[in-house]
């Protein structure tokens, strides 16, 4: 069977690392950009949501929101018709982030996929989204309790 995921997580660590490394000017600090650009991509998103996109458990996720919050990125407000769910925001601070880690973003996609086709690209992207959904739905069992058989 070819090894795929060796190479997946070689090229995520090192996208990670300049990630990081870009957004230490705005303030950033570690992994935070994710959780900034996700809720800039779907505002009044909720928490347990938020951390089914990044695959990271709730936790997590909280302790980020609540740096990024505190930070003055991200807002909470609660939801209009049940006051005890809160949803997600970017502030007038955060809005004028986002746009850097999305160029840089764009950017590294660019550099990922230099050589390739337009066509290549196309079918790789798709590749890899059944590479994640196949990953996901495996992340998600484990999550609630099951265990894999290897």
């Given at each position: 069977?070819?090894?795929?995921?060796?190479?997946?997580?070689?090229?995520?660590?090192?996208?990670?690392?300049?990630?990081?490394?870009?957004?230490?000017?705005?303030?950033?600090?570690?992994?935070?950009?994710?959780?900034?650009?996700?809720?800039?991509?779907?505002?009044?998103?909720?928490?347990?949501?938020?951390?089914?996109?990044?695959?990271?458990?709730?936790?997590?996720?909280?302790?980020?929101?609540?740096?990024?919050?505190?930070?003055?990125?991200?807002?909470?407000?609660?939801?209009?018709?049940?006051?005890?769910?809160?949803?997600?925001?970017?502030?007038?601070?955060?809005?004028?982030?986002?746009?850097?880690?999305?160029?840089?973003?764009?950017?590294?996609?660019?550099?990922?996929?230099?050589?390739?086709?337009e066509?290549?690209?196309?079918?790789?992207?798709?590749?890899?989204?059944r590479?994640?959904?196949?990953?996901?739905?495996s992340?998600?069992?484990?999550?609630?309790?099951?265990?894999?058989?290897?």
């Amino acid at each position: 069977m070819a090894e795929i995921l060796r190479p997946i997580g070689g090229i995520s660590r090192a996208l990670d690392a300049i990630a990081n490394r870009e957004f230490q000017r705005v303030a950033l600090t570690k992994g935070q950009y994710l959780y900034l650009a996700r809720v800039a991509e779907h505002p009044g998103i909720i928490l347990e949501r938020l951390a089914e996109l990044l695959r990271v458990d709730r936790t997590s996720a909280a302790r980020a929101v609540q740096k990024l919050t505190q930070a003055g990125l991200l807002e909470k407000r609660a939801d209009d018709e049940n006051k005890k769910i809160k949803r997600l925001f970017v502030t007038a601070q955060g809005e004028q982030i986002y746009p850097l880690v999305k160029r840089e973003n764009d950017y590294s996609n660019g550099i990922a996929l230099q050589g390739f086709s337009e066509a290549e690209a196309n079918q790789l992207a798709k590749y890899l989204q059944r590479v994640d959904q196949n990953v996901a739905a495996s992340w998600d069992a484990v999550k609630h309790g099951e265990q894999r058989h290897y």
